[in-house]
């Protein structure tokens, strides 16, 4: 199983950027589907983006798209989640994720959370 620390939140004006990082450990960090969940007060968890292991393809929420960009560094073990102008809605807990399909089976690992808040 892989274990999942992310960090890089904090608080930001509208428009502002930040980089999220999540580090792992404890696994074959290539073998895994990377992704980023958010989740605000109230609300359920959501999926923000994701990316392959293999060949980097990746995939967004339509409400991140054209703002946030996720990317890998295999040889760092580490999933990044670039986010730009960015809005108060966006203010939420953001979760790295770890997803491995084995077998039909799928098994998944999350981080801690890096809280994120952009005011108005």
């Known amino acids: 199983q892989v274990q999942l620390v992310e960090s890089g939140g904090g608080l930001v004006h509208t428009g502002g950027s930040l980089r999220l990082s999540c580090a792992a450990s404890g696994d074959i960090f290539s073998k895994y589907v990377m992704g980023w969940f958010r989740q605000a007060p109230g609300k359920e968890r959501e999926f923000v983006a994701a990316?392959?292991?293999?060949?980097?393809?990746?995939n967004y929420a339509d409400s991140v798209k054209g703002r946030f960009t996720i990317s890998r560094d295999n040889a760092k073990n580490t999933v990044y989640l670039q986010m730009n102008s960015l809005k108060p809605e966006d203010t939420a807990a953001y979760y790295c994720?770890?997803?491995?399909?084995?077998?039909?089976?799928?098994?998944?690992?999350w981080g801690q959370g890096t809280q994120v808040t952009v005011s108005p």
């Open positions: 990316i392959n292991g293999s060949d980097g393809r990746t």
């Open positions: 994720n770890a997803s491995e399909a084995v077998q039909g089976l799928t098994f998944e690992y």
